[in-house]
């Protein structure tokens, strides 16, 4: 995929800022990690840049990421997000840093709110695991599914389920541990899109 400058309205600035990237298929802008940490070091200069390590194993991750800077009106905006990691659907040069990866999402995540970027841009770290071409669910919590034990139930009635049937956890967690691009039926590729964006969204909610 080309990477370019791409021309983003910012209401932090009330204009537009130049960061690399491209827009995938399903016409959401993603930014590299790369070019998103340069603006915000060279922008603010000052900014506090705090990483708490949630959880960590060999196949997991969570890293909390909180930004803290004076801006132009002499106010002080702070922004907190969640990154969070499964070794198993991480591209194979990344499996051997899982802390790192999900430290660059909550960072991303962080500096994309903080500026105030439209609300389909993502870092080209941010899950659904690399994929470009990914699937992007406007409203995931209220999708219904419609494969397997959670089929003609909402996203969020199936997670509300996993609480106290454990048969449902077990498959929720299953469902969460596969990567949506590798499955061939349309129906449960686009349902596990759902689910995963579900996820991303709750946990990110929870961090405000």
Known sequence: MMKSYIAIQSTLFNGVIDLVGYTDMQGNIRLT????YAYMSRTFPQMSMEFDVRSTDVNHAVVVCRLRSKIF????RTVTE???TSVSLLPDKFKGYPVQVAQYIAFDRAAIKYLGLPSNTYSTFEPPYFTENAIRIPDP?????GFGIFRNRTVQQAFEETKYNEAS???M???LHIDPATEKDPVKREGLYAIQQYL?????????
Do not use: W
């Open 200 to 208: 991303a969204l709750y946990r990110s909610r929870r961090c405000q």
């Open 169 to 171: 956890h077990a498959t």
């Open 141 to 145: 919590a209220n999708y219904v599914l």
């Open 33 to 36: 990690h790369t070019s998103i």
């Open 73 to 76: 009106d002499g106010s002080v």
């Open 173 to 175: 967690d299953l469902y």
């Open 82 to 84: 969640i990154g969070e």
